[in-house]
């Protein structure tokens, strides 16, 4: 949506600038010719190729928003925005974003905190397309508790020596290494103070894929459970300082909320313009189905839900690049988008009918890849509680 089209100009407008509009045509260019004509394929194997990383890379649409001096191409969380409203608006899948860049949720805290080894060994690669790398937080039973990390690792040594389990790990199949969150603390502590982050390598004897995960969406997405016996890492794979790793996730969950939003209202938008158009050529009774006024107003819901969602999430997007605390309003804005996906996407099914319905068409793709989004990255009911500390209404 454009300012030109709808007579209006968001928070986005003002201040996407040509480069940024320049990323989102080459996104979306990129995906029509990358990626649109092997998706369905990638759907029913259940896994992205590796060669569509490396051919990201090339392109420049893996590393956009990370430092030059680590391997980035630099911009910001607003380039970012670009290049993913690009993707999807070409149809690109919620499981194919949520693969190909999980380096968003696995290099940031290596950026932020890691020793140069560390950037060198791992992000760099990550960046050019040359390794894959997952983050694993979520246990067996945990949820959103970060705190409540049972995953333990006990110094030995040159090494630690970890034990535990972990699940619902993007990319975790194909992937090369996986930055594990580990209780490093005395055995009985428990809570925020007691958390690491260590990196394990693929083919580490102890560490395996237990299982991968078949899901009601996201299916090219390789999702899987880990497990940990008595795996040794060199010491040197610790990111940052022991014991505090709780912050260091804590500190990257503003872009992730902001990014999984972004996948929400692209979803929607998408959804709306497939809806719009099919609505527009499909007849029934002898005349396009925009000629009911109850069609019609459908339409105009699923566009506004759409526009307030987008608004939103740019808008706390370019207040954090700005160096604000938005910390509550990534909240929001993740529920605000999400919601709108969920809704806007069943509507859509709704109005392709039987058409709608059937396994492998765009819309049902969406509507199954939404319905994660109010659970992953933080549970709705669990960013709206600390939304309501943040705001002091608990």
Known sequence: MTASRHGMTSTWDRVWNEERRALK?????????????????????????RSLTAAAAKAGMLSVGYPEEVGGDGGDLLDVC????????????????????THGIAVPHMIAHGSPCLIDRFVRPTLAGELIGSLGITEPGGGSDV???????????????????????????????????????EADVRGHDAISLIVVEKNTPGFSVSRALPKMGWHCSDTAELAYDDVRVPVENLVGTENQAFYYIAEQFVVERIALALMGYGHALRCLELAAAYACERETFGKPLTKNQVVRAKLVEMHRQVELARMYTLDVAARHVAGESVIAEACLAKQTAVDTAVAVSNEAVQLFGGAGYLRGTEVERHYRDARLLPIGGGATEVLTDLAARLLGYA
């Open 25 to 49: 045509a080459a996104a979306t260019a990129f995906a029509e010719r990358e990626i649109i004509p092997g998706l369905a394929e990638w759907e029913e194997a259940g896994e992205l190729p």
């Open 82 to 101: 670009a290049l993913q409203e690009g993707l999807m608006a070409a149809g690109a899948s919620g499981g194919l974003m949520a693969s190909l860049y």
């Open 147 to 185: 705190a409540g990390i049972t995953t333990r690792a006990v110094r030995d040594g040159d090494h630690w020596v970890i034990n535990g389990a972990k699940t619902f790990i993007t990319s975790a199949v194909r992937g090369d290494y996986v930055v594990t969150a580990c209780r490093t603390g």
